[in-house]
């Protein structure tokens, strides 16, 4: 086979190779990254990936093959509820399975999805190229194993993992998953950032429910500060996936009307412009910012103030000022936010 028609069948098929108008099957050459890919890849091909059993639906049978999977063309739309009370149609799903190639032998090997792409542990550690031909690498590895318990409700031995993700520069991503006990071994989720080079500081499961506690920046703070604002996020299996437990959201309407109504709205005689932000959000914690601009008086151009936004009696209320800067008219001082005093 020529060069060209292996290039050809790397960028364009990764499974087929185009030579004098028919399509021969160049079973000989590596798949690259599609078999190390299976989620993504499935659904670039039209077909429904399903995490919790490692299965592709709707795909077919020539892509199958090319990823490493198990055709089979006619499976049980009900094949996954054998107790289903109702009668069961007799449709045939065509999937790809992945039964035994993505669980490992315990938490530390096994496979986890980060950001959409697989990510195969082994002895608790991964590394790829960040692109391919790259000497740059991602490395991926388990920061904390937490202690084994029921996650899902089924009475196996699964166990939170917080993963540490480097993508080669300077930021340390930081992910809460799970290893969920198969007949086979575990099997990884999905897993949910927490945040960039935060400071974790423990991992808990509580009657089913993961708590990962760490300590954050705000969100007005650069990464040179020190984490120093505790969190807690908290995380529950459902169905074989992960998430977030809900908290309440403060929305940018609902915030706007607890700024006016408790630090006033700009006026003819006070302001031009209110601009009022919502930030972070991160396990349920809101912050509001408030912009005064185009100030009427004096020599600042500009107020700036900080509150955290607390639910209370099924509403939001304003905590206190966290923090207050300004920015002062040209010619008056500095032009970006900050205490220093204008003149």
């Given at each position: ?25 160049c ?8 078999a ?7 659904v670039?091909?039209n ?16 892509w199958?093959g ?5 055709f ?5 739309a ?5 107790n ?10 065509p999937?790809?399975?992945?039964p ?10 096994s ?10 542990l082994k002895?608790?550690?991964a590394?790829e190229?960040v692109a ?5 690498m991602t490395t ?13 409700g089924?009475?196996g ?5 917080l993963l ?17 006990r ?20 423990a ?6 429910t ?7 920046r705000?969100?007005?703070e650069g990464f040179t500060?020190?984490p ?25 309407e609902?915030a ?19 601009i ?9 914690v809101?912050?509001?910012e ?11 151009r ?6 955290e ?8 209320k ?9 920015s002062?008219?040209p010619g008056r001082?500095?032009e970006?936010?900050?205490s220093?005093?204008c003149?």
């Amino acid at each position: 086979m020529s060069g060209s028609c292996r290039s050809f069948f790397h960028t364009l098929f990764r499974a087929m190779c185009v030579t004098a108008g028919a399509l021969v099957l160049c079973a000989g050459l590596p798949t690259l990254g599609v078999a190390q890919q299976p989620p993504q890849s499935c659904v670039r091909h039209n077909g429904t990936w399903l995490e919790q059993y490692q299965e592709c639906e709707y795909a077919s049978k020539e892509w199958c093959g090319s990823v490493g999977g198990q055709f089979d063309e006619c499976a049980s739309a009900c094949r996954h509820d054998p107790n289903l009370a109702r009668p069961c149609t007799m449709q045939c799903v065509p999937v790809c399975k992945f039964p035994v190639a993505l669980i490992g032998k315990d938490p530390e090997d096994s496979t986890y999805v980060i950001e959409g792409r697989t990510v195969r542990l082994k002895d608790s550690y991964a590394e790829e190229p960040v692109a391919p031909d790259s000497a740059t690498m991602t490395t991926t590895r388990i920061f904390k194993l937490g202690a084994k318990g029921d996650l899902n409700g089924d009475g196996g031995n699964g166990a939170p993992v917080l993963l540490v993700q480097n993508p080669g520069g300077s930021g340390s991503f930081f992910y809460v998953a799970a290893a969920l006990r198969t007949g086979d071994g575990y099997r990884g989720t999905h897993a949910i950032l927490i945040g960039d080079r935060i400071a974790p500081q423990a991992l808990e499961m509580h009657q089913r429910t993961i708590i990962v506690s760490y300590a954050d920046r705000y969100p007005w703070e650069g990464f040179t500060v020190r984490p120093s604002v505790s969190r807690s996020r908290y995380f529950l299996v459902e169905n074989g996936q992960l998430r977030e437990k809900p908290f309440g959201v403060l929305s940018p309407e609902a915030a706007r009307k607890l700024v006016i109504s408790t630090w006033g709205d700009c006026g003819p005689a006070s302001c031009r412009e209110l601009i009022v932000n919502v930030l972070d959000g991160k396990g349920g914690v809101w912050y509001v910012e408030a912009i005064y601009d185009g100030m009427i008086d004096g020599s600042v151009r500009a107020e700036k103030k900080i509150a955290e936004g607390l639910p209370k009696d099924g509403d939001w209320k304003l905590g206190n000022v966290m923090l207050q800067q300004h920015s002062c008219r040209p010619g008056r001082g500095h032009e970006d936010f900050s205490s220093a005093t204008c003149r």
